[in-house]
């Protein structure tokens, strides 16, 4: 059964993300951690400002150009669920509370993703995500919030 749920969730975001390499997804879906690397990768993919073929490295170079990523972090580290919704925030329009826009800051973002059960309500800011977890959030950002449009392309 877990394997099908997988296999439904890789293929929902392998369609929904341009049709993304099947060797990165799969690495993805069976990591324990997830990376910033992976993350970084997933939300470009999306956005249209990576190619398929791009590497975690490069994916996380462009959020670190923008400001959504920490220039001290590697693509290998592991990447916490406050975080995870600020690299959200940079392909998606997450609206919502006074300070979600007034401050910007993982905190708020989180929060707020949380509020729109994006996130999980029991997710503990500070844990790190699986793989699994990830292309979850991911795949339901892909439902709930617009791509922004027009920036960075």
């Not at 993919?45 to 073929?53: M, Q």
């Not at 170079?61 to 975080?83: H, P, Q, R, W, Y």
């Not at 600020?86 to 998606?92: A, E, G, L, Q």
Request: with cysteine; proline share 2%; glycine share 6%.
């Amino acid at each position: 059964m877990k394997k099908i749920v997988a296999l439904v969730i890789a293929s929902l975001v392998s369609f929904a993300l341009y049709a993304q390499a099947a060797d990165k997804v799969s690495e993805i879906i069976s990591a324990r951690e997830a990376s910033y690397g992976q993350a970084a990768y997933l939300a470009c993919c999306a956005r249209g400002t990576v190619k398929d073929e791009t590497g975690y490295e490069d994916a996380l170079n462009v959020l670190k150009e923008k400001g959504f990523a920490d220039s001290s972090v590697n693509a290998s580290d592991k990447i916490t669920m406050k975080e995870l919704a600020k690299v959200c925030s940079y392909t998606w329009k997450i609206e919502g509370s006074l300070m979600c826009k007034l401050v910007g800051s993982p905190r708020y973002i989180f929060r707020q993703m949380k509020a729109d059960e994006v996130i999980d309500v029991s997710a503990d800011p500070m844990g790190v995500p699986s793989g699994r977890n990830l292309l979850a959030v991911i795949t339901d950002c892909i439902d709930r919030y617009q791509v922004k449009d027009g920036e960075d392309k």
